[in-house]
């Protein structure tokens, strides 16, 4: 099997299938695996049918799975620098926060 021959929608069914065998291996139910993973068993069951899934609720699922390392092996974060530690990271998002400007009506007559 050549993944890049392949579709799109292909692959995400084959990360699906991937999902769901390593589900059974451990001997979970699909809610079972909702709960561990905090999902709704919908989303799972669409998930393993579609492929389709944010990829933040993929992470949880795998995360559930004990199977986070294998974005070790794609990302390989041990040769990135990564300069920013996690607080510096959260101090960053906070200052990204757009403060709400309110004008008053005279403000508004006064651009006419």
């Known amino acids: 099997m050549i993944i890049g021959l ?3 929608e292909e692959i995400l069914k084959l ?3 991937r999902v769901k065998n390593e589900r059974l291996v451990k001997r979970l139910s699909q809610k079972e695996l909702a709960i561990k993973a905090n999902l ?3 989303t799972l069951q669409r998930f393993e049918q579609t492929g389709e ?3 933040s609720k993929l992470i949880k699922i795998i995360r559930s799975l004990d199977r986070i390392n294998i974005f070790e ?3 390989n974060f041990e040769d990135e620098d990564l ?3 996690y607080a ?4 960053k998002e906070k200052k990204k926060v757009k403060k709400r400007v309110f004008r008053s009506k005279k403000d508004d007559l006064e651009l006419w």
């Open 6 to 8: 392949m579709t799109n």
């Open 15 to 17: 990360i699906a299938l």
């Open 40 to 42: 709704a068993l919908g």
């Open 53 to 55: 899934i944010s990829f």
């Open 73 to 75: 092996t794609f990302f």
């Open 83 to 85: 300069t920013l530690s």
């Open 88 to 91: 510096q990271f959260k101090e």
